[in-house]
């Protein structure tokens, strides 16, 4: 491939217009260019002059296609991988993307896309798009490239293309149908340095196909001929030292008799006379090399993986090995392909309507799963970090929109409708806080579940936060021994019953609060996330529905218990809740060690901060005299040691 510019030709001959961009490329500023290079001309003459040469006989891959099955099938999983996720387009203005997508409806592109693949997998793709250069084109039709030639001149640039009918319409005195440039969406794959046609994928196999097909007919006629497992009889024999010959009439006889033979045949015969059935052995055995030999030759030629063809028994690790090798092929090809669909298609959408200084990137639809769902799996790592703005996370969740293909208007409006009742619940917090049972003070609280009364603050999203320091705010794995020794000496005073009429409330007995410490311990030993910590409080410790106790007694609505959060909620926030109680006092344990003095309250400050917390941050206490923490159910506080430095 070269690059020229104006000092460095000498020919006169210029040239404009369409310039195959396979061959020559033009630096920018150039905007006619002369070359000295020339390609072979090896243009058709007879019957009349038609262009350049076939390179190989398009009937023929054609043929094929058709009739040869595993051809058939390696070329539709091509188009099958090249258009799996669709296609879209990259456009800078709204109303470009507009008319584009209205040009992509009315001549129902996305099929004729499709045969204009297989023809260039099979032949070469040649797309007649219709319409004057000027204006918008009307329509697309994918020609037979059997008929189709290109025309250029000895410098390599496209004159037009022409199109023999003379080949199907026998009394067509006119015999040739001339293409311009323009009409013509010309998709050449796997070519050869200035070659005018490529050679597609079927080409190239041909030979490794005829091998093919030729040991199957071997095999198959040998087969035809011999699994009828022929009889061999012996006539005659030495008895007595005398030797007793069949007569010519006996041998016939017997000749007949096995030319018209059947299943219902018997056989009697006398001691001179010998059957055997003649065994040729396994006759696949001989072909198996063979076959598998042409097989591997088929899968180099195509370089589609044999598994992706159901015909390879390999492991997970070269199977995807392979997969990523062929996914590199088809990403090649579609490239190819849109630098076509981009300069001869959509360029003329765009011109005709207006839009001549409007970019355009043709683009292949959705990743494959394995490529989504890794980039799923960065994606919401990305939005469960703390570090992750709020700005970041609406453009992530865009992201998201696209990749699985759902609505962009209806994910605005159910975004709006969240932020609206995102903002009713703040407000109902600012209300309900006020009656929380937890004091937001230094000191001791009451003696009472910290589930009641603070249904507010569960509004806060179980599904955020997955990991322990996601949901802390801080690394607790340097806290560990501190952590451990709180849970050991800990007795969780706000869950568990003191008595009977407790304990049938709801509250946690001795057993369960035993069971309770066994699974914080393991979730932080192990490093769990909240939702694993929680599915072992449901599992292990078994809450009950919450009944709201007052004066005593159970408090009851017409005659039923009032129930004050279902057993479904409550290990989601006991495990929020318990967690970032143990850390942080496990945490004051350790500073305590180490000499700390006086701790900072560090609030988590976002749109969810609740009036119980917002004031508290910043403030500093002393390591003796702090208060209680967590201030309220699935708090998200932490305390910060403050170092003589501050």
């Not at 045969?115 to 997998?121: F, S, V």
């Not at 449901?538 to 007052?550: A, T, W």
């Amino acid at each position: 491939m070269g690059m020229f510019n104006k000092e460095e030709v000498s020919s006169t001959e210029e040239y404009e217009g369409y310039v195959n961009t396979e061959q020559i490329m033009i630096v920018p500023e150039v905007k006619k260019a002369t070359f000295k290079g020339e390609v072979p001309k090896t243009d058709i003459a007879f019957p009349v002059a038609l262009g350049v040469e076939h390179p190989f006989d398009f009937s023929a891959t054609e043929g094929l296609y058709k009739k040869f099955g595993m051809a058939n099938g390696v070329v539709d999983k091509y188009i099958d991988f090249i258009m799996a996720g669709g296609f879209y387009v990259k456009v800078e203005d709204e109303k470009a993307e507009e008319k584009i997508k209205e040009f992509f409806k009315e001549v129902n592109f996305d099929t004729v896309l499709r045969q204009w693949l297989k023809e260039a997998l099979v032949k070469n793709g040649f797309l007649e798009i219709g319409g004057k250069k000027d204006e918008a084109p009307q329509g697309l039709k994918v020609l037979d490239a059997k008929w189709m030639y290109v025309e250029r001149d000895k410098k390599g640039v496209i004159k037009g293309y022409n199109q023999w009918v003379g080949g199907f319409k026998k009394f067509d005195k006119k015999g040739v149908i001339p293409f311009k440039p323009h009409q013509i969406a010309h998709l050449k794959l796997n070519t050869i340095g200035n070659d005018a046609y490529g050679m597609g994928i079927m080409y190239p196999a041909m030979k490794n196909i005829d091998n093919m097909l030729l040991t199957q007919k071997d095999m198959h006629t040998i087969n035809s001929k011999k699994a009828n497992s022929p009889y061999h009889v012996k006539l005659g024999g030495v008895v007595g030292g005398k030797y007793y010959k069949p007569s010519t009439a006996t041998v016939d006889k017997w000749g007949g008799d096995l030319e018209f033979l059947t299943n219902k045949n018997e056989w009697v015969t006398d001691g001179l006379t010998e059957i055997k059935a003649l065994d040729f052995g396994n006759l696949g055995e001989k072909f198996d090399t063979i076959l598998k030999n042409d097989n591997e030759q088929l899968f180099f030629t195509w370089q589609v993986p044999a598994v992706l063809m159901g015909v390879a028994n390999v492991n997970e690790g070269i199977a995807d090995t392979q997969m990523e090798g062929f996914r590199m092929r088809i990403s090649s090809l579609q490239q190819e392909v849109e630098k076509v669909i981009e300069d001869d298609i959509l360029r003329r959408v765009l011109d005709a309507n207006g839009f001549k200084d409007v970019e355009v990137e043709f683009e292949w639809g959705q990743p494959s799963e394995s490529e989504k769902n890794e980039r799923m799996l960065k994606i919401t790592s990305l939005l469960q970090s703390p570090m992750t703005s709020n700005a970041l996370k609406s453009l992530v969740e865009r992201d998201i929109i696209k990749m699985l293909g759902y609505d962009e208007d209806e994910y605005e409006a159910a975004k709006t409708l969240e932020d609206t009742q995102k903002e009713k619940e703040k407000q109902e917090d600012r209300t309900l806080a006020k009656v929380s049972a937890i004091p937001a003070l230094p000191g001791k609280p009451v003696r009472q579940s910290y589930e009641i009364g603070a249904d507010v603050h569960i509004q806060e999203s179980l599904n955020k936060y997955e990991t322990i320091e996601a949901w802390l705010g801080f690394d607790y794995k340097k806290h560990k021994a501190g952590i451990n020794e709180f849970l050991k000496e800990y007795g969780f005073d706000f869950l568990v019953a003191e008595n009977a009429l407790e304990e049938t409330a709801g509250l946690l007995s001795k057993v369960q609060i035993s069971e309770l410490r066994k699974v914080l311990k393991t979730g932080f030993d192990k490093g769990k996330g909240i939702s694993a910590i929680a599915k072992d409080i449901i599992e292990k410790v078994k809450p009950k529905d919450l009944l709201q106790i007052q004066n005593g007694a159970l408090v009851k609505d017409n005659g039923v218990v009032r129930v004050v959060k279902a057993e479904a909620d409550r290990g989601k926030m006991i495990a929020r809740t318990e967690v970032s109680r143990a850390a942080n006092e496990g945490a004051v344990k350790e500073y305590k060690k180490g000499g700390i003095e006086k701790v900072r309250w560090i609030t988590s400050n976002d749109d969810r901060t609740c009036p119980i917390c917002a004031p508290l941050d910043g403030q500093e206490y002393s390591i003796e005299d702090y208060p209680v923490i967590p201030q309220h159910v699935m708090c998200r506080c932490t305390l910060a040691a403050i170092t003589p430095l501050g």
